[in-house]
């Protein structure tokens, strides 16, 4: 302005050449304004080159920024949350849309009142300052509904945003009805997979912050740029687009040096997450083997582990706060109190100098405009800030992404059978190797079939090269041999849990078995729920099955006390507390008789219940009509069994038919030389 002025004294004709073309010259600046706010946002926001870790340390987390990854992420995350232009979340989000437009135009209209409430009291008029105060009144109306509204549209928003993620997650996680192999993500993922170690906080927590962020980046991104344009347009009404522009000029230089020294919030908000989930997971385990701990008495061990992970929370976070303070420094210095001196100034300049085209005004009017502009740069100033704020906002939203896409990306891979494990030492060799680069093949049979088929456990390790057997329908099969050789891998392949690395699978569908391990699975919920898991109780009905008819299958493995004694079918306990060991097991054989599969797996199903309803149960099960796969140690069994699978726990093995009676006298012989060693 101040070079226009020394033009105008120095060339009138360029002033008056000026004013008569100032409207389409002030157009022209106010158009460009537009679209240099829209592009500059757009690149300071838009998809940069993947940010690469430099550090060659495994260990640490990779880089976490708002980059073209982030946005890649982020765009196959939207279209979960909003599917389609009718959903639910699009109509919550034309609201807020809306409502965003709506609280900025009374923004403008207060700004314009607030000169006049002044501008009436410099020229003292009584009646025109108590009708503009009745107007603020009334203005307020409308004004704080739509704060409110804003809120709650916005948290309505975050709600929905979550449960569509989160029901995406769980289709996954826990699969959908009638689904195939391709399913039990829930299991692959802690058993066969190291990239995600909590997958509950993922689940919880970081889906939960990912939608709050989400709700509230749009209102925090989309607002302000919206504020900016219209508040600097009618700033540029009252005071000239010139002088606009050469703020701009200014703030944005500043600018610049404050997206510099911006630090990585992403990256600090991934990690956050990341570390509090160990310290959760740490937690968890104490609790999960607390009876080992407390024997070995570990406690202290145990205490310093968990301080460990909990110290280094803390140090991430002392770190973070550190960066926060010096940087809300540095922002509050240039945002609030530079911006504000290029505020000040602008306000300045009708009262300093004359506007070309614009007449004389009293006292009153300069005031009006000085409090008028004065109300709009500050809301523009706000908006400025929250622009810059909002880059932060959506670092921290980065770093959400980057837990929730994680999440997704692993569970699509555990799907298809690519799994990221940490192996053995053995699986390096060169024969091993091949063995786990390979995969079988598995055939939908009524029987059970191995055909050279390797035993291998998630990492790696090689229990037995080629394992061929086959177990016809009614053929009960006894499995033996010491830990850890095989014995429970070849159920979790029956079971569709293991991959296949070679080989030919013959077997029924996975729902055709069922486990009884040692120790139960018992769900929350009632008795009855216990003997019908997992169906519920309107399937029970549906299947034709009565309370009188699970109270026949209690009576066979002698339990039907039980509905009396805990207070009836509709009886809800914690119910691994209050059942003994013992009636566990016979709760989960009356579990077997309801569902009456195919193949039963047992798993030292029968070691804390007495040899006579041990019998009991076996003779009803083969009455049934299922086939038994049996891990036991108790000898009461073996008469039960046609075949046998021996491992000797060096990679190799026995499969034979089974002579009951042949190997207890081997057995009494055995132990009665064993007594005469000991004799001796």
Known sequence: ?????????????????????????????????????????????????????????????????????????????????????????????????????????????????????????????????????????????????????????????????????????????????????????????????????????????????????????????????????????????????????????????????????????????????????????????????????????????????????????????????????????????????????FGLALCAIPIFFRIPGVGEVDLGGRTEGFVTNRRLLLSSSDAFGRVMYSYKDLSELAGYTARVSLLLDTMADVRKGKFEKALVSSASTEENGKILRARGEIIQSEDIQFENVPIVTPNGDVLVKSLSFQVKPGQHLLIVGPNGCGKSSLFRILGGLWPVYGGIVRKPAASQFILIPQRPYLSLGTLRDQVIYPHSKADMEARGVTDKDLLRILSVVQMDSVVEREGGWEAAREWREALSGGDQQKIAWARLFYHNPKYAVLDEATSLVPIEIEAMMMEYATRLGITLLTVSHRSSLWKYHALILHYDGQGGYVFTKLDAEKRLALQEEKQTLEAKLLEV
């Open 1 to 341: 302005m101040a070079v226009l002025s020394t033009l105008n004294n120095r060339f009138p004709s360029f002033s008056k050449a000026y004013a008569a073309n100032r409207p389409a010259i002030q157009r022209s600046l106010n158009v460009a304004f537009v679209i240099y706010v829209l592009s500059s946002t757009y690149r300071s926001l838009s998809a940069r080159p993947p940010s690469k870790s430099t550090s060659s340390d495994p260990a640490k987390p990779p880089r976490v920024a708002v980059d073209a990854l982030f946005y890649q992420r982020l765009s196959i995350i939207l279209r979960i949350v909003i599917p389609s232009i009718r959903s639910k979340e699009a109509l919550l989000l034309f609201m807020h849309s809306s409502l965003l437009i709506f609280r900025t135009a009374i923004s403008l209209y207060v700004a314009a009142l607030d000169g006049k409430i002044v501008a009436s009291l410099v020229r003292a008029q009584p009646v025109q300052f108590f009708w503009n105060i009745l107007r603020w009144l009334l203005v307020a109306i409308p004004a704080t509904w739509t704060n409110s509204w804003l809120s709650y549209i916005q948290n309505k928003l975050a709600i929905a945003y979550r449960t569509r993620l989160t029901q995406e997650v769980m289709k996954h996680y826990l699969g959908e009805e009638g689904e195939g192999p391709d399913g039990k993500v829930y299991y692959k993922l802690s058993n066969l997979d190291d990239r995600i170690k909590n997958p509950d906080q993922m689940i919880t927590h970081d889906i939960q912050r990912f939608s709050t962020h989400l709700a509230a980046i749009y209102s925090n991104l989309a607002k302000p740029v919206l504020d900016v344009i219209l508040y600097n347009y009618q700033l540029s009404q009252n005071v000239g687009a010139e002088g606009l522009m050469g703020l701009t000029f200014l703030v944005q230089s500043t600018a610049v040096l404050l997206r510099y020294l911006t630090p990585s919030f992403g990256m600090y908000t991934a990690l956050s997450a990341q570390l509090s989930g160990s310290l959760r997971h740490t937690h968890s385990r104490l609790a999960e083997f607390s009876e080992e701990i407390a024997f070995m008495g570990g406690e202290q061990t145990e205490k310093m582990l968990i301080e460990r992970e909990y110290a280094s929370v803390v140090e991430h976070e002392n770190k973070v706060l550190n960066r926060k303070w010096w940087f809300g420094c540095v922002e509050e210095g240039v945002i609030k109190w530079l911006w504000g001196s």
